[in-house]
T-cell receptor, first 116, second 113 residues
């Protein structure tokens, strides 16, 4: 069964710093990996999706990398801002021979606080 | 464009009552997913549909849970009878095609007393 782990569970940094959030998964047979942002009391906002054949994706100040063979992904946030404060979730779609292949398996998230 | 719409946003009810959660996916999206989020277990997939057909319900915790998608623009998740351990935030998500980004609604916060 696929398991997704995110480290650290919480992170607090001053504004302006570059930071890296880590995600690891136990089964490397994935279709894709997706990074989400969740604000308190809100749903999830998709940030980046990396297909299994890709190594990285970029959107603005965000860059996500994927090393499928080692079961790792990182989300890099450049020049962090207080508005980046949120919980960041990593999720994978796994190639199961049975059902559930299209659903996402989530990590528990990294709770990020950017201090002004 | 409207995103995924869920109702109600909050639901508080007593144990034993029937609970119905509703979801309207993004128009044109072929896949619809129901997830549950708790502090202990995080986000878990309950069931998903493709073209209104349930594909995998292995994540549904018990027979008390059921989901339907009578048409492309509407889905329900029903709990009957409800129990306090069902208290969680329930999310609906949709995607345009297989393995494309999933778009989430704001969720329904369910409290069973």
């Amino acid at each position: 069964k696929q398991e997704v782990t995110q480290i650290p569970a919480a992170l607090s940094v001053p504004e302006g710093e570059n930071l890296v959030l880590n995600c690891s998964f136990t089964d490397s047979a994935i279709y894709n990996l997706q990074w989400f942002r969740q604000d308190p009391g809100k749903g999830l906002t998709s940030l980046l999706l990396i297909q299994s054949s890709q190594r990285e994706q970029t959107s603005g100040r965000l860059n996500a990398s994927l090393d499928k063979s080692s079961g790792r992904s990182t989300l890099y946030i450049a020049a962090s801002q207080p508005g980046d404060s949120a919980t960041y979730l990593c999720a994978v779609t796994t190639m199961y021979s049975g059902g559930g292949a299209d659903g996402l398996t989530f990590g528990k998230g990294t709770h990020l606080i950017i201090q002004p | 464009d409207a995103g995924v719409i869920q109702s109600p946003r909050h639901e508080v009810t007593e144990m034993g009552q029937e609970v119905t959660l509703r979801c309207k996916p993004i128009s044109g999206h072929d896949y619809l997913f129901w997830y549950r989020q708790t502090m202990m277990r995080g986000l878990e997939l309950l069931i998903y549909f493709n073209n209104n057909v349930p594909i995998d319900d292995s994540g549904m915790p018990e027979d008390r849970f059921s989901a339907k998608m009578p048409n492309a623009s509407f889905s329900t998740l029903k709990i009957q009878p409800s129990e306090p351990r069902d208290s969680a935030v329930y999310f609906c998500a949709s995607s345009s095609r297989r393995y494309q980004p999933q778009h989430f609604g704001d969720g329904t916060r369910l409290s069973i007393l």
